[in-house]
C-alpha cells in the first residue's frame, strides 16, 4: 500500500516532520505542549512513548541541545515515518540525538526489557496516550482509530512502564484530556507523587479541553492544581504569546519551585 505523506514544519522550521497524509494520526499543537513540559539543563535522556512519527520527541531535542531522545512506537508504519523524519537533510542537526525503537509501550516485565525498554534509564518520560473510549471511536481508519481510541487501563499499564523505565527523580509528563484525570491520579499511585496539573481552555470562561500533568517518580509531595493556561485572547484566533512561545520551542512550562 503506498501511503502519501507530507512534511511539515515545527518550530519555525527548526525541525521538519514526515507524517501520513489521509490515515493515522497527524501531529500538533497537543504535541508541542506536551514537549513544553521538559525543562533543565545539562545532560538529559527523554522517552516519548507512543511516539508516532516522532513530534513531541522531536520537539524536545529542537529546544535542549543536550538531550537524547527516544522515541517509542509500536506502529511499524508511524515507526517508519519516525525513522523517515530523523534521515530529513533538514533535521541533521538533532538527529543524532534521537533514536526510534519499535516496541508496544503496554509490556510488562521480562518482554518489556526483551523489546528495549529497560529499567531505571530515563530522565524524563513523556506520552500522549490515546485519548478516546473504544465506543467514542467511529474513525473507519484502523491506524488512527489505534493512535486515539484508549484502551481498558492505558494509563495504569503507560505509567507502570514510565515509572520502570525511569530514574529515581525522574519527571513523567503526560496531555490529556480532564475526564482521565481520575485514572492518571490513580495509576500515579505510589510510583510517583508531587502531581502537578494544569487545565488547558481555549479561551477564558470556556470548560478545558486538556490537561498538563507532570509527576516525580518516588516524591512524596502533594497535588498540586496549577493556575489554568488560556490559549487565545477573547474574541481573537492567535494564541497569546506565552502559548505561542510553547508551541514554537522558545519557552518552557516548568514545574513550580519547591521548598
Request: glycine letters at 10%; aromatic letters at 4%.
Amino acid at each position: 500500500m503506498t501511503v502519501r505523506e507530507t512534511v511539515d514544519a515545527f518550530h519555525y522550521g527548526r525541525f521538519h516532520l514526515v507524517q501520513p497524509k489521509g490515515i493515522g494520526h497527524r501531529s500538533g499543537m497537543d504535541a508541542m505542549l506536551l514537549a513544553a513540559l521538559v525543562a533543565g539543563e545539562g545532560p538529559m535522556r527523554v522517552a516519548d512513548l507512543g511516539a508516532g512519527a516522532g513530534a513531541a520527541g522531536l520537539a524536545v531535542a529542537s529546544r535542549i541541545g543536550t538531550a537524547e531522545v527516544t522515541l517509542v512506537e509500536r506502529a511499524p508504519l508511524m515507526a517508519g515515518f519516525a525513522r523517515k523524519t530523523l534521515a530529513l537533510a533538514g533535521n541533521a542537526a538533532l538527529a543524532g540525538r534521537v533514536s526510534v525503537l519499535e516496541a508496544d509501550v503496554a509490556l510488562s516485565g521480562k518482554a518489556r526489557i526483551a523489546a528495549g525498554l529497560l529499567d531505571d534509564v530515563y530522565d524524563h518520560v513523556i506520552m500522549n496516550p490515546p485519548f478516546n473510549d473504544r465506543v467514542d471511536s467511529r474513525t473507519p481508519d484502523a491506524l488512527k482509530a489505534q493512535a486515539h481510541a484508549m484502551d481498558d487501563d492505558l494509563f495504569e499499564r503507560w505509567i507502570k512502564t514510565a515509572g520502570a523505565i525511569m530514574k529515581p527523580g525522574g519527571q513523567l509528563s503526560l496531555i490529556a484530556r480532564p475526564q482521565s484525570i481520575a485514572e492518571i491520579i490513580a495509576a500515579c499511585g505510589r510510583r510517583f507523587g508531587g502531581i502537578e496539573i494544569t487545565a488547558l481552555h481555549a479561551r477564558a470562561g470556556e470548560v478545558a479541553l486538556r490537561i498538563l500533568v507532570t509527576a516525580i517518580k518516588g516524591s512524596r509531595s502533594r497535588l498540586s492544581l496549577r493556575m489554568p493556561l488560556v490559549m487565545h485572547e477573547p474574541g481573537q484566533h492567535a494564541f497569546t504569546p506565552f502559548v505561542d512561545d510553547l508551541n514554537n520551542g522558545l519557552a518552557a512550562y516548568p514545574r513550580l519551585p519547591r521548598t
